[in-house]
């Protein structure tokens, strides 16, 4: 390894090792709810999503849709899942319903941030408790990328 090499190491170290002791400070002060994340933690935490969350870039937010046999379908989810664990996590996230499908969206405050709580939001109500065909599901929900 070339002295360039070394420096531009030691570099990336410093500015990990800065954001690490910026996130445990932020911790201390503010709920998970409201604490940013980084880049990297965010593209940490949207790799182990479940099935059928998508991380958006532009604004930055996480997305979920799924398909159901029919709009009744999708409101009950909405009302039995959605809103239960938004009311349990005090969160509002964005609800939309276009005929059988229905789309959450975290992440869209702004300026647009995500946070530790997005995605433990994003975890409770991505695990159903109940077997997707018994809700409706019409299909399960893609793979995230």
Not at 58 to 84: C, M, N, W
Request: aromatic share 8%; with cysteine.
């Amino acid at each position: 390894m070339n002295f360039m090499e070394n420096v531009r190491q030691v570099a990336k170290e410093m500015i990990r090792a800065a954001r690490l002791k910026a996130e445990r400070v932020q911790a201390r002060f503010f709920s998970p709810r409201e604490v940013p994340m980084c880049t990297e933690r965010i593209q940490d935490r949207a790799a182990r999503l479940p099935k059928g969350w998508d991380l958006v870039v532009a604004p930055v937010a996480i997305r979920y849709r799924r398909t159901f046999k029919s709009f009744r379908h999708g409101v009950e989810f909405l009302s039995d899942t959605v809103v239960q664990q938004a009311e349990k996590q005090g969160f509002a996230p964005d609800v939309e319903i276009r005929g059988s499908e229905v789309f959450v969206t975290l992440g869209v405050e702004a300026p647009p941030i995500l946070s530790e709580g997005d995605f433990d939001f994003a975890q409770a109500i991505g695990e159903p408790a109940n077997d997707p065909d018994e809700a409706g599901l019409v299909h399960k929900p893609r793979e995230a990328a």
